[in-house]
């Protein structure tokens, strides 16, 4: 599928399924250096998956929407 977003989603969508790894961030991040505080945003990439995993596979993803939530409220 074709996708066409901000990085830091594929970021976040990374990190939420398991990543690849703080070896690969570096590396990325020397060739293409991310912005100040993507590393707090993370959560914020990763609420709206949650929540559609909520809607389809039931509560066992409801605490990690809620711990996210928790950070920003």
């Known amino acids: ?3 066409y977003g901000h990085r830091e989603m ?3 969508m990374m ?3 398991g990543g690849f790894g703080d070896a690969w961030i570096g ?3 020397e060739v293409y250096p991310l912005e100040n505080g993507w590393k707090e945003r993370i959560a ?3 609420l ?3 929540m559609v995993h909520v809607n389809l596979f039931g509560g066992g993803y409801r ?3 809620e711990n996210i939530l928790s ?3």
């Open 10 to 12: 594929d970021l976040a």
């Open 27 to 29: 590396a990325y991040n």
């Open 44 to 46: 914020i990439g990763q």
């Open 71 to 73: 950070r920003f409220s």
């Open 63 to 65: 605490r990690s929407v």
């Open 48 to 50: 709206y998956p949650l």
């Open 15 to 17: 990190a939420l399924f």
């Open 1 to 3: 599928a074709v996708y």
